[in-house]
């Protein structure tokens, strides 16, 4: 096949992103769902060439601080550990940044790492882990090109809902011995939390999770603000009004089986020492 024929080749690369920021999709996570490319002569450098143009789109890093920066600051390294952390996953530096240090507003800011970073989420690492943490570390500073202000809420449930769907306080609870109807939707703006609502649902249909947006007033969810973790890390909240279904997540990843069971053994032990979720 000659140059000409391979640049008539036909290429079909689908590319998802897991989070929009001001309504753009950024590549943190980039799936190629399909890839036509005829096996002839001269094949492999075009192959080359496309993944190589995949592995050159920029990559979107976070951070997570209480510090007050502006966009072409640089975030020094903490004296302390010469290093600091930044992450592809926009969950763990939401509560990398509620969990900091300080009382100003907790911050994530979109950073590019000015030097070499190191993944550690694949092998030993000393930070305490059991909730999400920022897992890849630069000794490099980190430069600021902007901050996260728009924000997406998102809904774990089994229902099969579609966009413009409502969905509606009135249902049963997930949680406790009463199984009462719910006076309140629930809500969160980390991905993980949706997950735990999509994999702790009651029902038998598929754990599915929704972008959503309120209808009316929405406030913190008081069973998981100021209890294991100051604050509301997990950025979940709570509506009497109804949540309006605007899209659905579908490349979501469900946590691991031990680690389901283990919450549902915690939820069983709650409701036998009669512990119900607020929900008034």
């Given at each position: 096949m000659n140059a000409s024929a391979v640049g008539r080749t036909v290429v079909r690369l689908l590319v998802f992103a897991r989070n929009v920021v001001t309504k753009q999709f950024r590549y943190d996570r980039l799936l190629v769902c399909h890839l036509i490319i005829p096996a002839q002569a001269g094949i492999h450098h075009y192959h080359h060439l496309s993944i190589m143009t995949i592995n050159n789109l920029k990559e979107r890093f976070y951070h997570g601080t209480r510090a007050d920066f502006k966009a072409g600051?640089?975030?020094?390294?903490?004296?302390?550990e010469g290093c600091l952390y930044l992450t592809r996953n926009m969950d763990e530096a939401i509560?990398?940044?509620?969990?900091?240090?300080?009382?100003?507003?907790?911050?994530?800011?979109?950073?590019?790492?000015?030097?070499?970073?190191?993944?550690?989420?694949?092998?030993?690492?000393?930070?305490?882990?059991?909730?999400?943490?920022?897992?890849?570390?630069?000794f490099e500073p980190l430069r600021v090109n902007g901050e996260v202000t728009d924000w997406q809420l998102y809904h774990g449930t089994r229902a099969d809902l579609k966009p413009g769907d409502l969905i509606e306080p009135g249902y049963f609870s997930n949680f406790g011995v009463k199984q009462r109807k719910a006076n309140y939707v629930y809500m969160s703006r980390t991905l993980d939390a949706a997950t735990w609502g999509a994999e702790l649902a009651v029902g038998d249909g598929a754990g599915r999770i929704y972008i959503v947006e309120p209808t009316g007033l929405i406030e913190d969810d008081p069973n998981l603000t100021d209890k294991k973790f100051r604050g509301n890390p997990s950025k979940s909240?709570?509506?009497?009004?109804?949540?309006?279904?605007?899209?659905?997540?579908?490349?979501?990843?469900?946590?691991?089986?031990?680690?389901?069971a283990a919450m549902k053994e915690g939820i069983r032990k709650l409701e036998e020492q009669g512990i119900e979720a607020e929900d008034d």
């Open positions: 600051d640089l975030i020094q390294p903490e004296a302390t509560w990398d940044a509620e969990l900091a240090a300080g009382d100003d507003p907790a911050r994530v800011y979109i950073v590019e790492p000015t030097g070499r970073i190191e993944d550690l989420s694949d092998h030993a690492d000393p930070k305490p882990r059991g909730r999400p943490t920022m897992s890849i570390r630069s909240f709570r509506s009497r009004m109804p949540l309006r279904v605007t899209g659905e997540i579908k490349d979501w990843r469900g946590h691991s089986a031990e680690a389901v």
